[in-house]
């Protein structure tokens, strides 16, 4: 079974970069290169939402929420996908997770986001 493992989060001031990464374990390279993988992420209270993805091609998209601020990319030699987040806002708050487009694996641990001044 896929796992994926999410890091790169803390408490952080509103502006700024910060950089999430997420490994995916229990794959071939081969097969993670072509799957299309997503960032979600869930707020207290709120359900979890896909906020970027990519496909093996590359192609992006983004929630409105964060487009022009989130970029998504990956490293299909590492089995790894990132999130840049820049313009970060105190609604940005919540546990990021990855997954496939579809979610359709385990989901992992994520990685808390805390915006605050």
């Known amino acids: 079974q896929v796992q994926f493992v999410e890091s790169g989060g803390g408490l952080v001031q509103p502006g700024g970069s910060l950089r999430l990464s997420c490994a995916a374990s229990q794959i071939s390279a081969n097969r993670f290169s072509i799957l299309g993988m997503g960032w979600y992420r869930q707020a207290p209270g709120n359900q979890r939402e896909l906020v970027a993805s990519?496909?093996?091609?590359?192609?992006?998209g983004y929630a409105d929420s964060v487009k022009g601020r989130f970029t998504i990319s990956r490293d299909n030699a590492k089995n790894t996908i990132y999130l840049r987040m820049d313009s970060r806002k105190a609604e940005d708050t919540a546990v990021y997770y990855c997954?496939?487009?579809?979610?359709?694996?385990?989901w992992g641990q994520g990685t808390q986001v805390t915006v605050s001044s």
């Open positions: 990519i496909t093996g091609g590359g192609n992006l």
């Open positions: 997954n496939s487009r579809q979610g359709g694996f385990a």
